[in-house]
């Protein structure tokens, strides 16, 4: 990769507030719509705007042609309303006359088909045209406003990898063989690493490889591989092009992109490197009533991208969206639950896309926090009232969420465990798995981070935490490795997932088969994986009960200081090991060979909770969250209630509610939806809420009753 303008600062959003608003796209309107909506957002209590984020063809109507009279004019007003702008480069898509000069940047689907004009980013990431284009236009954009007061950071492009993540075209190849020349440095050392002596795969020129189209059978996974890890790579270097600029134009304005949750294609590790704060795009589907678990796992995520600074929710929902075949509204209350969720998770923003629900276009019925009812839309009304609450919680600023648990997230076993076609079973891939184990943890009362597979090494220290679970660690080196030995050691609880160090980064089995390099620590071996056929179903006996073992099992040999925590009952690998924990020096490391069923991890965890000293909720519903922030004075306990079911909690501390202003002790009650941040002093532990849920409210003083 080009070298790049950086350096280790952390530069801080401008913006003394929570920031609540949205998407603005004003060229879509008339002036005289432009001072309605100041009006209103000021009347919402809007702090923050993105924009202006597909409006380059307006700006630069022609090559070299400049018109930025409205875009001074909307600034300006916005400005003098007090409101911040997230300011966008205006990458986000080409404009039409640049791709009609060079079809060439156009990106290629897998069959080789050029993809046309017509919807967004239509273009290939490691087009050279592409990125001199957008170097040139980000400076434009820079020059002119770098020193405009309403500034408060910078948006480069959006939500790169939604329409077009991996290329295939002529240039992507041209760039792939040189992103492998990089990292192998000749062609024997491709050869190796790609394993080509299968299939007579081998390679004697450069020009002889290609994007990894459809081919007659399966192709060579260590190809396939990466072309996954090259293409979030092409991704990130068109990424650093505009930073490069910015860096050189405005050294002191903070950077972001918009991120997409738990994305696959682009390795937001490596991303989060480069810019300044993170920012999230978060979609929960309201036709889930569980999305709100998903959520979570998304948030630890982006708070733990940066260490666990806060980050900035910067797109959601304020009802329905536009993009799934049906698109469900929001219930009445969700839009705030939802909201409260993100920043009890980290969040120091609420932002919605978009702020005026559009009159034409694909994203006409994509609800907006102005509707097409203008200010008598119930979302203008919900998220009105959202906005006037935000304000109560301003103390939660810039504090951070406490957490004792980690899930390691790892790019590499997500592509390898779902881009490869010649594996034991296509069940288990690493997503399915994480989001598995992360919902058992979060049934049981923990928030959880996301930790980095490398530890210190990567940035991501594993010794603020009780607890780490690797659901799948299918790619697995030595490096890694050690860090997980190393927080055993010094007293960590470790648990590990099936089919965890099978192969190395170049995908090799690793000698002996798996565990690989946890073998020792994990004191088992597998001696063959043992899918589960579809529509079969096996059973494990865990103490006093029988766990379902749907799609997968292993068949695992342990050490004799190994406890059995938990056996096969049912067929052919029925006696055998299935659950398993092994001292190691201070702490533990766990082995769990199945797949389970929500309510069989759920009884795994409690368990290794408890061995861990750790508590854990008796009733593992869903319904019911709380999550704590603290500045290291003040905790900031929050208690979302993501049903229309009432729910008590017992809360181990009192403490004033910031929305009501309430002074709460013992339990509250918080009806349909219902939310409430109890301030208290910084406790140690960690403040650990149970609840008993009601199905109607519990007798209450008005004080501790809430909605």
Known sequence: ???????????????????????????QWSEDVWLEDVRLMQEAGVTMVSLPIFSWPQLEPEPGV??????????????????????????????SWLLRAHPEMAPWDSDGHRLEFGSRQTYCPSSPIWRENVARMTRAIAERYGEHPCLAMWHISNEYGDHVSRCWCPESARHFRRWLQDRYGDLDGLNEAWGVNVWGQRYTSWEHIETPKKAPGPINP?????????????????????IDVLREVTPDIAVTTNFMSMFRDLDYWRFAEREDVVTDDAYPDPMDPTSHVGAALNYGL?????????????????????????????????IRVESLQAVAHGSDAVMFFQWRQAKYGQEKFHSSMLGHRGERSRSFQETKALGLELKKLEPVRGSRVRSR?????DWDSWWGSSAVESLPSQQLQWAQQARAWHRALYALGHPVDAVRVGGEASGTPFDRYDVIVAPNLYILEEEPAAALRAFVARGGT????????????????????????????????????????????????????????????????ADPDVEIRGAYATGELAGRPAVTRRAHAAGSAWYVSAMLRPEGLAAVFRDVLRTAGLPARDDDSVQAEAVTRSDGTTDYTFLLNHAADP??????????????????????????????????PRSEPIPFLTLAHTHRPTQATPSKELA
Request: hydrophobic share 45%; charged share 25%; aromatic share 8%.
């Open 1 to 27: 990769m080009a070298q790049h303008l950086d350096d280790e600062r952390i530069r801080e959003v401008r913006i003394d507030a929570l920031a609540f608003g949205g998407d603005y796209n004003p060229d």
């Open 66 to 95: 400049y018109d930025w009279s409205w875009l001074d004019r909307i600034l300006d007003l916005l400005h003098d309303a007090g409101i911040r702008i997230d300011l966008a480069t205006a990458t986000a898509t080409p404009p």
């Open 222 to 242: 260590t190809k396939l591989l990466d072309f996954e890890r090259f293409s979030s790579d092409a991704m990130l270097e068109l990424f650093q092009v505009e």
């Open 302 to 334: 982006m708070r733990a991208l940066k260490g666990g600074r806060p980050w900035l929710l910067l797109e959601s929902s304020a009802s329905a969206t536009s993009w799934r075949d049906v698109n469900v509204p929001k219930a009445p209350g969700k």
């Open 405 to 409: 648990v980690g899930l390691v997230v």
């Open 494 to 557: 470790l648990v590990v997932g099936p089919f965890s160090g099978v192969v190395d980064s170049t995908e090799k089995v690793h000698d002996g088969g798996a565990p690989g390099p946890l073998r020792d620590l994990l004191g088992v071996e597998v001696d063959e994986q043992w899918p589960i056929a579809d529509g079969a179903l096996e059973h494990l006996s865990y103490g006093e009960d029988a766990l379902a073992v749907p799609h997968w099992g292993e068949w695992i040999e």
């Open 647 to 680: 729910v008590t909690f017992h809360l181990p501390m009192s403490g004033r509610d910031l929305i009501t202003g309430s002074e709460v002790a013992g339990e509250l009650t918080l009806g349909a939806y219902g939310v409430a941040v109890v301030a208290s």
